[in-house]
């Protein structure tokens, strides 16, 4: 049987959530935000981000995948889903769910900067360094771990799991 063991509960993470949305209300107060999120994790992040973000903003998605079926990820990122909000000269603030090795995002970065968007930056709700091969910078990120498998709050195990209001590691 799979194991789950909580690590943010619903009010850590609404709580982590609340503090980096005012960061980035100050940040961007002078800009023309457009939240870009990662489907199918960022979800629920970006959900509850955008309605603690306090400034105007935009929202759009891209769909990318690289973990087939299991932990590990395959190394073959594909564009599930085209962007479908126009960036060029906007200031972009990819919401991804967690970052592990970084080549999803390294790959969605480079993706996103052939549109021309004015600035581009990152947020991530969990910035997963163990594993980390490519060096991107998460210029926001809710909440660090070292390593693991986690799960819930949009963070699935083959689809299942997304849909938990609270974070857990799994031990399968
Ligand atoms: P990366 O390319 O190795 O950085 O992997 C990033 C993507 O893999 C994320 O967008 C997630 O969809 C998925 N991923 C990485 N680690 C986890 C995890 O612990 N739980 C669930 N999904 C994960
Ligand atoms: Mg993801």
Known sequence: MPELTEI???RDIELKISEIASKISEDY???NLILVGALKGAFMFIA???RSIKIP???GFVGVSSYGSGTESTGKITVTKQLDIDIEGKDVLIVE???DTGWTLQFISNYLKSF???TLKIC????????R??????DYACHKVSEGFLVGYGLDHNENYRNLPAIYHLKL
């Open 97 to 99: 769910d967690i970052v």
């Open 48 to 50: 509850d981000l955008a």
């Open 116 to 118: 021309n968007p004015r």
């Open 8 to 10: 943010l509960s619903s």
């Open 29 to 31: 107060k002078q800009g």
């Open 57 to 59: 903003s935009q929202i």
């Open 133 to 138: 091969e490519v060096d991107v910078v998460v």
């Open 124 to 131: 991530s709700l969990i910035d997963k360094r163990e594993r």
